[in-house]
């Protein structure tokens, strides 16, 4: 069961200044915080200190066995509480946590880290992991520290996990305000569910937290993790006098570490089967690790990352060896996306790729809301393969991206998406980068669906890129840019954009639709252009196209076209073409306009260039029966006498102009 709140004594408080960091408590002082502290577990559950089963605390003497012996009693008391009063506790590891709960003073912002107010644990051993996990088990209130973990040229000691799950599956876990330095992973459980991590503050080599199945709720609240944030150069984590000038645990950690890996069972070829169904992380702040999410052939089925930050992680959110996706929303994150110490790495921000949607699945969702990322190295978000299904990108501010200036020029983007079952949304963004040449603010490759609206695009090389057979949008998109030769390009074959605002309006792209106004007042603006070409005779530039539902079905009702009509000179002659539906499908053209002024009636012209009205012709055999025919219809007879060349129909029969019937 989660213990109840303890009561503090610190020897020195860093918010006010007060105390002296370099003066422990005295005996006197440590006694009456241990059994205050003491006594308020034990109104909670049966304590157990275990300084009564032999430990000594004095970070000299081998405390292994006196911790197992404690454990072993709580164990067998099913609930109990070890408490660790203030002191060092050396220890080679290989403690099973099985319902019991294990609890050391409130020792969070006690300085220095070795403060003799807190209960440290050091861990010397590299053989197994200092503590196994089984079920029903809260870890509260304890520093863990690794002393021979310390910055070299060589590789850091691989030491077994911190926390190690068990086999069969770990559950209703607690860990609570514990501090963790210089573990080499730091909670391993192949099987758990029912985890809450509450305001852990860690650096952890390789990663903080590895996750195997879990078909449970696993939820990381609040938390610090990075290798800077207790400034002390006897922790060693790659800086400083003591360690030297060669930060090689810290180069470690930027270049191979993760916060969170999600591993399954998955390869480079097949799926895991076991799947982590629901991950939620809130209000971290991460620092200094190559990955921030990490799913390496594991299952994420549903995540849900909101507020924090990400500062120094490459690639917050990564899928590899078919490490695959359900869904993922990650919601108000603050993010930084290069590499410590590294500055030509360039990997996307958020990169998911073919592998990752989860096959059988009705596709993946991706939604990022709220996002803030400041020169991200790289491309922002990228997303690769077929599998998903909707990916939402709002309410986000991409800033200096592709600020690599020692690594390739690129080309980034900040949203870069090529899956043909997407369904792309980008709303209410603003996109800013830090392009040395080639790059956008948005690419779609391919994809089923795309709508970008309400985004602003800011001194681009290619502000949007549309290609692929989707059917996109642009509903309000403002660019400025002087680096663009268009706002839009691309080689998309459908593609409408209403409200355009840019100062360099697209050259070789399929259509765009644009609302504006001017001194005369308020006009529609439809532009096309072929890629690499002029126009030639018959290419439609847009029109208005009317349509019903019927039986479920859109059926065309009525067209009105504007096209190019005849061989483009210093200009582009034009047509004008209304086309109608007809009950047996298709549209028919009804009217047109030539460029010269001609009009046609279905085919027939009606009035000449010169707006001469002309009359269809016939010859007496020819003419149409007058009983189909409107009566007051009137033709040119071709073939008539001298003074009898026109035609009046009366409904009965043709008559010439004297009354007498045409014969």
């Known amino acids: 069961m989660p213990l109840p709140p303890l009561p503090t004594w610190h020897d020195y408080d ?4 007060v105390g002296d960091p370099t003066t422990p408590l005295s005996a006197a002082q440590l006694n009456s915080t241990n059994a205050a502290i003491e006594e308020r577990i034990r109104k909670s559950a049966p304590v157990l200190n275990v300084l009564d089963y032999g430990a000594v605390g004095d970070g000299i003497a081998d405390d292994t066995s006196a911790i197992n012996a404690a454990l072993a009693a709580a164990n067998a008391q099913q609930g109990a509480t070890v408490f660790f009063p203030a002191g060092k506790y050396r220890t080679r590891g290989g403690h099973a946590l099985d319902r019991v709960n294990i609890a050391g003073p409130d020792s969070m912002g006690v300085q220095p880290i070795h403060g003799t107010a807190g209960a440290s644990i050091h861990v010397i051993g590299t053989l197994q992991p200092a503590f196994t996990v089984a079920d029903y088990v809260t870890v509260s209130d304890l520093t863990i520290i690794y002393p021979d973990q310390v910055d070299t040229p060589t590789a850091p000691l691989v030491y077994p996990p911190t926390f190690q799950g068990v086999t069969s599956m770990s559950t209703f876990c607690t860990f609570a305000r514990l501090r963790l330095y210089n573990a080499y992973d730091g909670f391993d459980f192949p099987s758990c569910g029912l985890m809450l991590f509450d305001d852990i503050r860690a650096y952890t080599v390789r990663s903080a937290y590895t996750f195997g199945d879990a078909p449970e709720t696993i939820e990381i609240r609040g938390g610090f993790y990075s290798f800077g944030f207790y400034n002390t150069e006897t922790m060693h984590y790659g800086g400083g006098a ?19 890996r999600v591993l399954g069972d998955g390869s480079v ?36 990352l909101s507020g924090g930050e990400f500062d120094a992680v490459e690639t917050g959110l990564r899928t590899q060896n078919y490490g695959s996706l359900y869904g993922v929303t990650i919601d108000g994150l603050r993010a930084y996306g290069y590499r410590f110490g590294e500055a030509s790495a360039d990997a996307p921000f958020i990169d998911l790729t073919a592998s990752s949607p989860i096959s059988g699945a009705e596709g993946s969702t991706l939604e990022l809301r709220g996002i803030w990322t400041g020169f991200t190295r790289g491309t922002v978000v990228r997303v690769l393969g077929a599998g998903w299904a909707n990916i939402t990108v709002s309410d986000c501010d991409f800033r200096s991206y592709g600020n690599n200036s020692g690594g390739t020029a690129g080309p980034y983007y900040g949203v870069y ?20 040449s080639a790059g956008g603010a948005i690419r779609v490759q391919n994809a089923q669906t795309a709508t970008l609206a309400d985004t602003f695009v800011h001194d ?14 642009v509903d309000g998109l403002t660019v400025r840019t002087t680096r663009a030769t268009a706002a839009i390009a691309g080689t998309a074959v459908t593609a409408v954009v209403r409200g355009l605002v840019a100062d360099k309006l697209p050259t070789a792209w399929g259509e765009y639709v644009s609302s504006t106004s001017d001194a005369s007042g308020a006009y529609l ?27 479920g079905t859109p059926s065309t ?16 002659p034009g047509r004008f073409v209304v086309g109608l539906g007809s009950s047996s499908g298709g549209v028919v053209e009804r009217f047109r306009v030539g460029n010269d002024g001609t009009q046609y009636v279905n085919g027939a012209t009606i009035v000449d260039s010169s707006a001469r009205v002309r009359l269809q012709s016939y010859t007496v055999a020819t003419l149409p029966s007058a009983a189909t025919v409107p009566a ?23 008559r010439w102009p004297d009354g007498a019937v045409v014969s």
């Open 525 to 551: 603006r439809m532009v096309k252009s072929r890629a690499g070409g002029d126009p030639v005779n018959g290419d439609t530039l847009g029109g208005l196209l009317l349509r019903a539902i019927k039986s």
């Open 632 to 654: 007051g219809t009137l033709v040119y007879v071709s073939n008539g006498a001298s003074n009898k060349r026109l035609a009046v129909c009366d409904g009965a029969a043709w």
């Open 14 to 17: 860093p918010k006010t200044g």
């Open 417 to 436: 998406v090529d899956s043909s079952t997407a369904r792309l949304r980008v709303a209410d963004c603003s996109f800013d980068d830090d392009l040395t």
């Open 460 to 473: 681009s090389y290619q502000p949007v890129e549309l290609n692929g057979s989707g059917q996109y949008i």
């Open 242 to 260: 003591s360690a030297g000038a060669s930060f090689n645990l810290r180069q470690h950690t930027a270049s191979q570490g993760s916060f969170i």
């Open 557 to 572: 009702v009525g067209q009105v076209l504007v096209q190019v009509d005849g061989a483009p000179g210093t200009a582009v």
């Open 269 to 304: 070829s097949a799926e895991s089967v076991g799947s982590v169904d629901a991950l939620l992380i809130s209000s971290v702040f991460i620092f200094g690790y190559r990955y921030g999410v990490l799913v390496d052939g594991g299952r994420l089925m549903c995540m849900n």
